[in-house]
């Protein structure tokens, strides 16, 4: 990041901060980061230039301008690291995927895994690829954003696919799991709700109660 840059992002970041936000919202995400009171509509437009400013770098710079994002304390750089990937996804490729998983495990909390999710599913293009290793992998936010990458695909989802990584992970208590399951399935239910209640109803004694609520929302 050159120095240029981070200063005219804390200058517009402080700018629109709320500082009587900062002690809230860091409650909101159990204190484990602190804030600078910034809220996301303001984060954005602050940021909006700033970041389109960025677009004749190539994927490996971006990737290396957010990791330097990442290290700053002050929750609102991840986000507005998430805001750059996420307005220049179209640089990068699968290549590119590992090393967003690997953003996502620094200072993993559903905010930043949730949004990194979104960003590796349109870089993915309607595909899967490193996602049958993310399903498996040990660590449970590398597996919700297997659960999640296909979320606001609709026709274009891997229905088999889906079913398939909700019914290998019914069986985890952990909570973000269990609610990416049911949110996964609500969220294809918009497309195909007849395929996703047959398929929660056959499967209701394998999914836990979240899952089963959370996919049966909408229907």
Request: charged share 25%; aromatic share 10%; net charge neutral.
């Amino acid at each position: 990041m050159t120095a240029l840059f981070h200063a005219d992002l804390g200058r517009a970041l402080l700018a629109v901060a709320e500082p009587a936000r900062a002690e809230p919202m860091s409650a909101y995400m159990r204190n484990q980061f602190p804030f600078l009171g910034v809220p996301t509509p303001a984060r954005r437009a602050a940021g909006k230039s700033l970041l389109r400013a960025l677009g004749e770098l190539n994927a490996e710079a971006l990737l290396a301008m957010a990791d330097e994002l990442w290290e700053l304390p002050e929750r609102e750089y991840q986000y507005v690291a998430l805001d750059m990937l996420a307005m220049h996804w179209k640089k990068f490729n699968v290549e590119h995927i590992p090393e967003l998983m690997r953003l996502a495990r620094r200072k993993s909390w559903w905010d930043t895994v949730d949004a990194m999710a979104g960003i590796i599913g349109d870089v993915l293009r309607h595909k899967h690829d490193f996602m049958d290793e993310a399903i498996n992998h040990e660590d449970f936010w590398i597996r919700r954003i297997a659960l999640l990458h296909q979320l606001g695909w609709r026709d274009k989802t891997d229905k088999a696919l889906l079913l398939g990584y909700c019914l290998q992970l019914a069986h985890e208590q952990e909570f973000f799991i269990q609610k990416a399951i049911g949110w996964a399935l609500r969220d294809y239910a918009r497309h195909d709700p007849a395929g996703v209640r047959a398929f929660i109803n056959t499967n209701k004694s394998l999914l836990a109660p979240l899952s089963y609520r959370e996919a049966n929302k909408h229907l």
